[in-house]
Each structure stands twice: as structure tokens, then as C-alpha cells.
């Protein structure tokens, strides 16, 4: 008989000892430890070792075991495949003998090893499931608990073998044995019990939807249950169920809602928050509003009372802490900033900014976990959105008596469902709004630092009805004490004002402008003022001016109040420094809005850009060829430089000339162009088109490099980069004049694709119809053959675009094409007289070309054929063409 593996006393006694330095909490030893512990592993049966002290040492403490399970945990996760067989057999064996561990922590260390080994392959340890399942029927508690511990965690990370039909479908089996389990005396395994079945609600598993009516019939069996965790588990599953099974739940809706009701208020917050998803998931069905429609006045008020901050809400946000200006951010609560490139090339602005922008619902983004009052906030602005107008009766008196009331957590939870219900109910709201936005611009003074930040964010959502009511009515009182609550002395206040300040800005747009002295005084002082986290928030706002104010900001007392602080904040930062992206967005809005005014500061900012680009591929061309020595570099830098060399293009326009010339520009730009990520070949692409219209004397020599692979970039899959590769394309046509003829075969039907393509985006779409024209501008006769192909979408898609340079050479284009090829536009002349009707002014030289053409096809018809097909135009476009062409 061969003997167990046995341990050496010396070998056990060294990684006890091991296992005891790493809980210190001094570092050194600590790497000491992590130093000694990779030696280990070059040791054949030192995983046997851990699993032994785990499951064997009784004589230890119980976080020296678990601790030793969690170092193998991660050993396996490491080694595995070079793991001698004999020491993963034993570590199977012992899993298996401990799962039913006197001890809860062991049990759950042991559960995580399993689902750890069998994530790594659990067909390859065909006795698990029939073990574990085994082991559910024990009448020991413990094992019991144990293998459903297990088990629940093998069936959040390996549901995809559970449902295998190659593996037998274990599920078959697993799914009516977790269903009896439901109704078990120990609330922990109806827990785990409906924890595992949860599992394979959203893919509607075939194996739980045979059982459907079972697990149903069992789920509401527990929804009284006394275990908060039951509850809870149970809340989650009719949540998912809702969304997959509607159909199943519609006979027993009217009860759910009632239960759902109850559970929204459950004295344990956890459970509550389940059930208020369910608001969340309603909303999305066809069938909420006459659903929920007899329930809304016992709804809205249980969701504006979970939107009160809870006591341990206000610990965690130091809501008591009034001013705290002065005390630095901890590196933690600075979440991680991630570049999101302005560039995409657009004739209007597309005002389809997420909504997630400003809709984090007034939250302190410390609290950035989703809690009772972030689902209770979310859940009534998504009903606001479904019922309209309809929810106000019933939400305004709750309203006026939170608004009204003297304790602030009650003030504040009113003024967080004023905000929330902004988007939906707006028309609703706009009679009291003559009231209510006073009343917050009142109480932006509020002692209360948690009322303030608030109602800067309430008040953010409704600054588009601001800015629509005359300044001296609300704007200019709304402005002042936002700009005083920038430079609070509470940084959550500072923060929240700084966003709602930056919304209002993207509203009022250049109706700033006779105040620009006044808002710049103010943000610049908060430079000196803020902490590191703000300061990120208010280059945004200072970003966000320009691009509201435009040429606006270019005056001399402007320049000098705003460059010195940026300038100062850019030489201070390091080029690996993240905080150079929020700076450098900031810059780029600002070079664009100061053109010429930016001049004195280009330079550096200019060779810095170039320096960060150089930088970022040099370090991807090391980590290419030796990525052990090299790690991949962060190519977000290099984006935030492409942008800004954008900004700086775009502002300066000819003046960057003398940047250009001399410099390597054009070179790192042909290596951008050709990066693997989309993102960075949409900024090259942006930087492209803007340096054609800036300097196209530094552009041409490059052209037949750089055509190719703009030819390449024209997929309209990759919206972004195919929107930027178009427009630049048609920059450079524009520049290029006949030169251009050679590249028009490689390009040209890719553009008309595009124009055809079925939920081609607006901007994609006109950018393209621009390009086109542009090409039969400079190459009328090579491109006007196929002119049928696009005609009509060509022309609906212009129809809509502002009267600009862009517009005016694509028509030109389309009318030498239609000279060229006439027969090309008669199906669909008829839009193309509505395209001509969207101009309001046009040129003279392309006026006249209109008319030529209009009353070419009138004489070529006759007047009787014209006067038939004049008759379909619509009144309005036949009143336009007779008083602009006289026809």
C-alpha cells in the first residue's frame, strides 16, 4: 500500500512562520515574504504543504489557514499546467475531504480553491459535481453549507459547462436539486439555493426554464422569508425574470408589484435595493405604464424616501465636515481620468452627448457605489420619462412639504427628485418653475455643504429653461451664487458647482459673453484654491467656456487672467503625468477659441505635443520588439497630443506654419495613421484635415503616402475614424485640385457604399455627401458617371446642413457633375430642387449655377412636363424656387 504524502516537521514549521511574517504590515518583510514564497514554488510538493496547514493544521489559527489556502489559490491560478500531477490530485483530494470544515472561513477558503481548480478545467475532475452533490443530502450542516458554497461559486464562474449538452448537461441534474433546497430549515442554504438557480435566469437556460413553474411556485414561497439575504436573492431573481420571462410573471404582476412595494422599504437596505431595481426594469417594459399606472401614488413616495441619505451615507461623505477646503484629496478618490477625443469632424454639433454625463443623478461621486438613494433617484427619473406630465400631481405635494421642511435630509432628498424628474416632466414643471428656481438659487447658501452641492446639480438640469427666460429674470442671480459656490469652502460643493456651471455653459453658449471678466476672475481664483480632484473638474469648465465663447475669449484682458495659471500648471507636470489629460483637452479648446491670441504660448505647448506623440511610439516600438523589458505604453497621451496639435491647427490656422516647418510633424503623423487603435488613427486623421487647411504646403509632398491609407480607413463600422478619414479626404481634395484624379478610384466607391448603407449616423453620412461633392468639384468627369448611384441620398442628406464653406464646394461639385452627366439626376431631380430650396444664401456664382440648371431641365422638358412635375413639390419648396429662380 503506497503511504500519503506527509509533511516534514522543518518544512511545515518554515511556512508557518512564512504564513505569520506576511500578516505583518511592515512592507519590507512583507516582500521578504512574497520573495521567499516565489522560491518556494520551484519546490515540487510545496502546494502540498499549503494545502495541508489549510485543511489539516487544526492546532493553527484560522487566518494562518485561510491564508494559506488563498497563497495556493493564487499558485494554481499561476502554475497550474506546470503543477506535477500528483500534487494537483492531492490538492483535489483534500478539497474535497474539507469542504464540510467545522470552520465558516475554511469552507468558504476551500470553496474558493475548487471553483479556482475548476475554472482551470473542470472536465478534467469528473468527480466534483457528483461529490458535491452528494454531499448537499449529508445530514451534517456544515457539509451541506460547504458544497453549496462551492457550488454556487462553480456556478458563477463555469455556468457554460454546466449547460454543455457534451458533458451531459450536469444543470439537468444540478437545477431540480437546488429547487428543493429552497425550502430548507437554514436560511444560508435557501440562500445559496436561490443563488445558484439565479445564475442561469438571464440566459434563460433551457434546463431552469423546464423547471420554470417549480422555481416560481418556490420563489414565492420565500418571499416572506425571514433571512434578509433570502429576501434579497429573491428581489435579484424576479428582477432578472422580468426581463427574460415576462410572460411567466404577467399572471401574478399585480402581487409582485405589492411584494416589490414592501421590499423597496425593507428595514435591511441591501434588500431594498434589489427591489428598487425593479422600478428600474419596469420602466423598459411595453407594459409599465398601465401596470404600474393604480400604484404611483403609493410609488413615488416610497422612492423620494429612499432617496434620503442614509446615516451611514453621511458618515461616509463626512456630511458633517463643513469646510474642508484645505485638506489634501487621497490619491483613492481620484477615479481614473480616461481620454475622450473630441475630434470627431461634424458640420452641426450632434447633440447626443450620453445623457450619462450629467445624469450621475446628483451624486457625491465618492459614493460612486450604487445605493438605495442612486436607485431610488434613477428609478424616478426613468418614470418621470415614462409617465410624464402624469406624475406631478402626485409628486408635487410630497414636494412642497420636503422642500418646506426643516430637517435638511429631508430638504435635500426633495431637491434630488426636483432633479430628477427635470427630463421627463419639463413641460410639466415649467408653471412651477417661477417658483422652485428662486427658491434654489435661495438656498444655494444653505448651511448644509450636502444641500448646496445638490442643488448646484438640480439646478444644472434645468438650465436650459434658464437660459431661455430673459438674464435679469434668473440667469445672472443663477450665475453669481454658482460662481460663489465654485469657490466654496467645501470641496464637494466646489465640485458639484464647477459641473453644474460647465452644463450651464454648453446651454447659454455665447449669452456668456458680457460676463466673461466676471466667470474668468472666478475660475482662475479657484486655481489657487483647489485641491488636486477639483482642479481636474475645473480645466473641464475652463474648456468647456471656450468652446461655449469661442473668438469671444480673444481679448487681450482675458488672455492674461487665463494663460498664466494654465501655462503654470503645464510646466509643472510631468510628461508621464495623467493629469496632463484633462490639461491638455483644456488647451485644446482654448487655442481653438483664442486663434491668433494663443501665439505666444504655442511654442512650447507645440513641441511638448510633439515631444509626448515621439515619446509614445518609440516606447510602443520597444515594447513591440522586447515586451519583457518594455511595458506597452499608455497611447492616450499620444491622442491628447494629436488633439491638441488639432486645437492648435484649428486656432492658429496659417500661423502654425512656422511650427510645422522644420519639425517632424508629417512623419510621426504617417506612423500615427497607421496605429491599431482606432482611436488614435481618428485624432491623425482630425490632425490631418486640419494641418490641409492650416499649412497644405507641408501637407502636399505626403499625399501619395498618406492617400492609401486613408483609402483603407474609410470602414463605416469604425464611425469615428471613418467620419475623419472622410472629411480629411475631402480637405485635401479641395487643396489638391486635379492632382487629386489618381486617388479617386480608390476611394470613391467606398464613399458611395457609405452613402447607401442603411443607419449610416447623421454626421457619417453628411461628411461623406460633402466628400463626394468635393471630389466631383476637382474631378467632375470621373466621378459624375455614377452620379445615379447616390443622387437622392446625396441630396437628402445635405438638405439639412447650415449654409458653410463645406456646402458650398459639394455643390458646386454636384452641379459640374449634373453639367457633365444630366441624365444621372432625372429620377431624382426632384430632390435635388428640394436640396437647392435648403440654401438660404447661397453665392452668387453658385446661384447662377442653379439657375442654369433648373431652367435647362424646364426648356428640355417643355413647359406643360414641367408644370406636371412642379405640381408634386410640396407648397412651401414650389414657393422657394419660384421667388429665388423665378420658376
Known sequence: MIMAWQPQEEGL??????????????????????????????????????????????????????????????????????????????????CLTAVGDTSALIRATVGILITTIASRGINTWPELLPALCQMLDSADYNVCEGAFGALQKICEDSSEYLEDDRQNKPLDILIPKFLQFFKHSSPKIRSHAIGCVNQFIVQKTPSLMNHIDVFLENLFHLAVDDEAEVRKNVCRAIVMLLEVRMDRLLPHLHDIIEYMLLRTQDPDENVALEACEFWLSIADQQICKEALTPYLPRLVPILVNGMRYSEIDIILLKGDVEEDENVPDREEDIRPRFHKSRNTHGNEEDNNDDEDDDDNLGDDSSLSDWNLRKCSAAALDVLANVFKEDILPILMPILKETLSSTEWEVKESGILALGAIAEGCMNGMIPHLNELIPYMINHLSDK?????????????????WVVS???????????????????????????????????????????????????????????????????????????????????????????????????????????????????????????????????????????????????????????????????????DFMIVALDLLSGLAEGLTTFIESLINGSNTLQLLYQCMQDPLAEVRQSSFALLGDLTKACFQHVHPCIADFMPILAQNLNPDHISVCNNATWAIGEIAVKLGTEMQPYV???????????????????????????????????????????????????????????????????????????????????????????????????????????????????????????????????????????????
Open 13 to 94: 514549521r518554515q511556512i508557518i512562520q512564512l504564513l505569520k511574517e506576511s500578516q505583518s504590515p511592515d512592507t519590507v518583510i512583507q516582500r521578504t515574504v512574497q520573495q521567499k514564497l516565489e522560491e518556494l514554488n520551484q519546490v515540487s510538493d510545496f502546494n502540498n504543504y499549503l494545502i495541508f496547514v489549510l485543511t489539516k493544521l487544526t492546532s493553527e489559527d484560522e487566518p494562518t489557514r485561510s491564508l494559506s489556502g488563498l497563497i495556493l489559490k493564487n499558485n494554481i491560478k499561476s502554475h497550474y499546467e506546470n503543477l506535477p500531477p500528483t500534487v494537483t490530485e492531492f490538492v483535489k483530494a483534500e
Open 448 to 464: 448644509k455643504a450636502l444641500v448646496r452641492a445638490i442643488i448646484c446639480w438640480t439646478l444644472s438640469r434645468y438650465c436650459h
Open 469 to 635: 427666460q430673459p438674464h435679469e429674470q434668473y440667469l445672472k442671480s443663477m450665475m453669481h451664487e454658482l460662481l460663489k459656490r465654485i469657490l466654496d469652502s467645501n470641496k464637494r460643493v466646489q465640485e458639484a458647482a464647477c459641473s453644474a456651471f460647465a452644463t450651464l455653459e454648453e446651454e447659454a453658449t455665447t449669452e456668456l459673453v458680457p460676463y466673461l471678466g466676471f466667470i474668468l476672475e472666478t475660475l482662475v481664483f479657484a486655481f489657487s484654491k483647489y485641491q488636486h480632484k477639483n482642479l481636474l473638474i475645473l480645466y473641464d469648465a475652463i474648456g468647456t467656456l471656450a468652446d461655449s465663447v469661442g473668438h469671444n475669449l480673444n481679448k487681450p484682458e482675458y488672455i492674461h487672467l487665463l494663460m498664466p495659471p494654465l501655462i503654470q500648471k503645464w510646466n509643472a507636470l510631468k510628461d508621464e503625468d495623467k493629469d496632463l489629460f484633462p490639461l491638455l483637452e483644456c488647451l485644446s479648446s482654448v487655442a481653438t477659441a483664442l486663434q491668433s491670441g494663443f501665439m505666444p504660448y504655442a511654442e512650447p505647448v507645440f513641441k511638448r505635443c510633439i515631444s509626448l506623440v515621439e515619446q509614445t511610439l518609440n516606447q510602443n516600438i520597444a515594447n513591440s520588439q522586447s515586451p519583457d523589458q518594455f511595458d506597452a505604453p499608455d497611447k
Open 745 to 887: 478610384p480608390i476611394i470613391l466607391n467606398q464613399l458611395v457604399v457609405t452613402m447607401n448603407r442603411t443607419n449610416t449616423p447623421k454626421t457619417l453620412l453628411e461628411n461623406t455627401a460633402i466628400t463626394i461633392g468635393r471630389l466631383g468639384y476637382v474631378c467632375p468627369q470621373d466621378v459624375a458617371p455614377l452620379l445615379q448611384q447616390f443622387v437622392r441620398m446625396w441630396c437628402t442628406s445635405l438638405r439639412n446642413i447650415r449654409d458653410n464653406d463645406e456646402k458650398d464646394s459639394a455643390f458646386r461639385g454636384m452641379c459640374q457633375m449634373i453639367s457633365l452627366n444630366p441624365g444621372g439626376v432625372v429620377q431624382d431631380f426632384i430632390f435635388f430642387c428640394d436640396a437647392i430650396a435648403s440654401w438660404i444664401n447661397p453665392k452668387d456664382d453658385l446661384k447662377d449655377m442653379f439657375y442654369k440648371i433648373l431652367h435647362g431641365f424646364k426648356n428640355q422638358v417643355g413647359e406643360e412636363n414641367w408644370t406636371r412635375f412642379t405640381d408634386q413639390f410640396p407648397q412651401q419648396l414650389k414657393e422657394r424656387l419660384s421667388t429665388a429662380y423665378g420658376i
